[in-house]
């Protein structure tokens, strides 16, 4: 296996992008005797998804409107007994999925694996989709509904168990007539056949962990952006993209850039002769993503994240006490609170706690209860992160250089990311984006 390609769910939304990706994945499947696709969920079928969990009562209507959106697709880019097969297989999900909100309805209740149950039909639908397109224009394509990938019971964030999966995957590849397979990202399944998900853009990490289980050479991820780019283009007027990254820098960027990536997508890389590529469908331009840093790498990318708040928990009962910022963080985690950044002093007197406005408030009403036991103070306020991110930072003048024009901004707080590739500062709302701007610009012109 040479190739494996993933397919983004923000370019599928309408007829013109599915001839763009059928023409792109006729090109590489010619090039292949055997080539795999993984394709993500079609455009805000995920969100949606997630709100048939959170808004119960409406859930039988948006699952209706989900179907319906995937049958006008189907109606526009198949026909005859393409349209035909692939018309009873969504109506079989569609009914699967109609019944669960039914249950979800009567119950009142979601649990994290109905959760991810009624997730899996985002990609289930999308590879009924995918497969059916590409057939009805002349590639030989087969539609793989059950996930290859056996993972643990770790409901919205399951892990892989990479020897049993490698198995279903070869048996898939050997039992397969066709030219192109195409496989649901993002899911996975349990021993017991239980649904489960890798994470939010989970596909991702689906396509580079299938490339590593089947020794493939490269893997493209196909998206909007040609490539990563030293910026978001919507931020930064001048943004470029950047050629090649070292696994070590891909890593700091794919949170916090322009364009997101899972957390684990180039875990499977390391360690193997396997390159990754990020892909425009539109426009020209790439990012190639392999190895570790080399001498001429420079200074690559900017990350920039404004919505943000900062909570600052002050106390001298956490000082010197064992476990205190493991209760404060586990607080977090009961509340479903990603802690983007953590800090506290030597003297232990203060932790500070770096999370989403949209999520904050529910860290703060668990933090309260601790008032009085644990904590005295609670602080609240507005900041953005930014990051730059390159091996060049690595150097001594080059790390000065950027502390000294962050140092105008007075940071709250300084970070550097895995292998010493990037540093990160947390500044208050209002300079966030006037020190990112000229951070870039070093970025760009040097």
């Given at each position: 296996?040479?190739?494996?390609?993933?397919?983004?769910?923000?370019?599928?939304?309408?007829?013109?992008?599915?001839?763009?990706?059928?023409?792109?994945?006729?090109?590489?499947s010619?090039?292949?005797?055997?080539?795999?696709?993984?394709?993500?969920?079609?455009?805000?079928?995920?969100?949606?998804?997630?709100?048939v969990?959170?808004?119960?009562?409406?859930?039988?209507?948006?699952?209706?409107?989900?179907?319906?959106?995937?049958?006008?697709?189907?109606?526009?880019?198949?026909?005859?007994?393409?349209?035909?097969?692939?018309?009873?297989?969504?109506?079989?999900?569609?009914?699967?999925?109609?019944?669960?909100?039914?249950?979800?309805?009567?119950?009142?209740?979601?649990?994290?694996?109905?959760?991810?149950?009624?997730?899996?039909?985002?990609?289930?639908?999308?590879?009924v989709?995918?497969?059916?397109v590409?057939?009805?224009?002349?590639?030989?394509?087969?539609?793989?509904?059950?996930?290859?990938?056996?993972?643990?019971?770790?409901?919205?964030?399951?892990?892989?168990?990479?020897?049993?999966?490698?198995?279903?995957?070869?048996?898939?590849?050997?039992?397969?007539?066709?030219?192109?397979?195409?496989?649901?990202?993002?899911?996975?399944?349990?021993?017991?056949?239980?649904?489960?998900?890798?994470?939010?853009g989970?596909?991702?990490?689906?396509?580079?962990?299938?490339?590593?289980?089947?020794?493939?050479?490269?893997?493209?991820?196909?998206?909007?952006?040609?490539?990563?780019?030293?910026?978001?283009?919507?931020?930064f007027?001048?943004?470029?993209?950047?050629?090649?990254?070292s696994?070590?820098?891909?890593?700091?960027?794919?949170?916090?850039g322009?364009?997101?990536?899972?957390?684990?997508?180039?875990?499977?890389?390391?360690?193997?002769?396997?390159?990754?590529?990020?892909?425009?469908?539109?426009?020209?331009?790439?990012?190639?993503?392999?190895?570790?840093?080399?001498?001429?790498?420079?200074?690559?990318?900017?990350?920039?994240?404004?919505?943000?708040?900062?909570?600052?928990?002050?106390?001298?009962?956490?000082?010197?006490?064992?476990?205190?910022?493991?209760?404060?963080?586990?607080?977090?985690?009961e509340?479903?609170?990603?802690?983007v950044?953590?800090?506290?002093?030597?003297?232990?007197?203060?932790?500070?706690?770096?999370?989403?406005?949209?999520?904050?408030n529910?860290?703060?009403?668990?933090?309260?209860?601790?008032?009085?036991?644990?904590?005295?103070?609670?602080?609240?306020?507005?900041?953005?992160?930014?990051?730059?991110?390159?091996?060049?930072?690595?150097?001594?003048?080059?790390?000065?250089?950027?502390?000294?024009?962050?140092?105008?901004?007075?940071?709250?707080?300084?970070?550097?990311?895995?292998?010493?590739?990037?540093?990160?500062?947390?500044?208050?709302?209002?300079?966030?984006?006037?020190?990112?701007?000229?951070?870039?610009?070093?970025?760009?012109?040097?």
């Amino acid at each position: 296996m040479d190739l494996i390609v993933k397919i983004g769910g923000s370019i599928q939304k309408d007829e013109k992008d599915y001839e763009l990706i059928v023409e792109k994945i006729r090109k590489y499947s010619q090039k292949n005797s055997k080539l795999i696709v993984v394709t993500s969920a079609i455009k805000n079928v995920t969100n949606d998804l997630i709100n048939v969990t959170i808004n119960i009562d409406n859930s039988p209507d948006i699952a209706s409107e989900i179907y319906e959106r995937h049958v006008k697709l189907l109606s526009k880019l198949a026909d005859g007994k393409e349209f035909e097969n692939a018309f009873k297989d969504l109506s079989r999900l569609s009914d699967e999925l109609f019944r669960v909100t039914w249950s979800i309805r009567v119950l009142d209740e979601v649990t994290p694996r109905v959760k991810d149950y009624i997730l899996s039909f985002g990609e289930r639908m999308a590879t009924v989709l995918l497969s059916a397109v590409l057939r009805s224009n002349g590639i030989e394509a087969e539609g793989i509904l059950t996930s290859p990938l056996i993972t643990d019971d770790n409901y919205g964030e399951a892990n892989v168990i990479e020897e049993l999966s490698k198995k279903e995957i070869d048996n898939i590849i050997k039992n397969s007539k066709v030219n192109v397979i195409v496989l649901p990202g993002f899911i996975g399944r349990t021993k017991q056949g239980k649904y489960t998900t890798l994470g939010r853009g989970g596909s991702d990490y689906t396509a580079t962990l299938i490339g590593k289980l089947v020794r493939a050479r490269e893997v493209r991820l196909v998206t909007e952006v040609p490539g990563i780019m030293t910026g978001d283009p919507k931020k930064f007027s001048n943004a470029k993209t950047i050629p090649r990254l070292s696994l070590e820098e891909a890593i700091e960027l794919s949170q916090l850039g322009a364009k997101r990536l899972h957390p684990r997508t180039f875990d499977p890389v390391f360690n193997i002769d396997m390159k990754v590529i990020v892909e425009s469908l539109y426009e020209d331009g790439f990012t190639v993503i392999n190895g570790e840093c080399e001498k001429s790498d420079g200074l690559k990318g900017i990350s920039y994240l404004d919505n943000m708040k900062l909570i600052t928990v002050e106390s001298t009962k956490i000082v010197g006490k064992i476990g205190s910022a493991a209760k404060i963080t586990s607080e977090a985690k009961e509340a479903g609170v990603n802690i983007v950044s953590i800090s506290q002093p030597a003297s232990e007197t203060t932790i500070q706690l770096a999370v989403d406005s949209t999520s904050v408030n529910r860290l703060l009403e668990r933090l309260e209860g601790l008032k009085g036991t644990l904590i005295k103070n609670i602080d609240v306020n507005d900041i953005s992160i930014v990051g730059i991110i390159g091996c060049e930072i690595r150097k001594k003048e080059i790390s000065t250089k950027v502390i000294s024009i962050a140092a105008k901004y007075d940071p709250l707080a300084i970070a550097r990311g895995i292998s010493n590739v990037s540093l990160t500062f947390i500044v208050n709302k209002e300079e966030g984006e006037n020190l990112s701007k000229e951070l870039h610009e070093v970025i760009v012109n040097g």
